[in-house]
């Protein structure tokens, strides 16, 4: 079985949006923590929210560089059934290198919280002031992605056209 890039960006997205979490990691003096958390995507651009104190938004105040991943399915298959090694979960999977803005306006808050309210529903929401003002937003501004489809069985002349 073979690991296969994802080239084309929309088949990227298609598993961004797929996803219901996406887990954010990050590093503060060579400690590394990890995150699972809610998201939306907008173009070139990953939305995240959280409470504006704890550790990992101070984490993400003084070093803004983080990596997020989405793995979609889990699938197990194998080559040989007798061989461990054989073995792997099919699956896709997407990583984002990126850097964090915060954001402070009011009104592209508000935005940005419909916007991850869409990623998981078809719903109008409405906020209220203090649940903007008091929520911490983050847009990740996506200097890297890359897509990977795990699992994917060799290609052969026999069997070309198969999965």
Not at 27 to 52: C, K, R, W
Not at 96 to 124: A, N
Request: proline fraction near 3%.
């Amino acid at each position: 079985m073979r690991t296969l890039f994802i080239e084309d960006r929309e088949e990227i997205n298609e598993v961004i949006r797929a996803c219901k979490t996406c887990f954010v990691g990050m590093s503060l003096n060579n400690a590394p923590y990890v995150l699972p958390m809610n998201f939306a995507l907008e173009g070139d651009t990953i939305i995240l929210h959280s409470a504006q104190e704890g550790r990992m938004w101070e984490t993400m105040k003084q070093n803004p560089q983080v990596c997020i991943n989405w793995t979609l399915g889990e699938e197990l298959a194998w080559q040989d059934v007798r061989v461990g090694c054989s073995y792997r979960v099919k699956s896709k999977s997407v990583v984002v290198e990126g850097s964090i803005e915060f954001i402070d306006d009011y009104d592209e808050k508000y935005r940005l919280l419909g916007k991850i309210m869409r990623q998981y529903s078809d719903r109008e929401f409405k906020f209220g002031k203090p649940a903007v003002v008091n929520v911490g937003l983050m847009k990740v501004h996506i200097d890297k992605i890359t897509g990977k489809i795990f699992g994917a069985k060799a290609v052969t002349p026999w069997n070309q056209n198969k999965d």
